[in-house]
Nanobody
Framework: QVQLVESGGGLVQAGGSLRLSCVAS????????MGWYRQAPGAQRDVVAT???????NYAESVKGRFTISRDNAKNTVYLQMNSLRPEDTAVYYC????????????????WGQGTQVTVSS
């Protein structure tokens, strides 16, 4: 069993900053890619940023230059630093991770957190 728990969401004014954290725990032998996604009301869930276990990153065009994804492999944690927030960034933010649960398991499975609400007021 693997759990992902996000924290750090909240209400912020436009132009402000928030830092999201997501900790993975449970049966984890190794973590591969981790990422942040978001879903606004009535919209589909879209990728925000991803990071490999080697530190390579990718960002959605809408957040490039404003958001930074990072990870601490020793803590099984991924972060999302969000600066210059805009009202259109308002959404529930979810983290996910590709987890190999044990050395006897050859494959990775993708797990999701429950989400944390980010609201940006104008």
């Amino acid at each position: 069993q693997v759990q992902l728990v996000e924290s750090g969401g909240g209400l912020v004014q436009a132009g402000g900053s928030l830092r999201l954290s997501c900790v993975a725990s449970g049966s984890i032998f190794s973590l591969n890619a981790m990422g942040w996604y978001r879903q606004a009301p009535g919209a589909q869930r879209d990728v925000v940023a991803t990071i490999t276990n080697g530190g390579s990153t990718n960002y959605a065009e809408s957040v490039k230059g404003r958001f930074t994804i990072s990870r601490d492999n020793a803590k099984n944690t991924v972060y999302l630093q969000m600066n210059s927030l805009r009202p259109e960034d308002t959404a529930v933010y979810y983290c996910n991770a590709d987890v190999r649960p044990s050395p006897s398991t050859r494959y990775f499975s993708t797990y999701w957190g429950q989400g944390t609400q980010v609201t940006v007021s104008s």
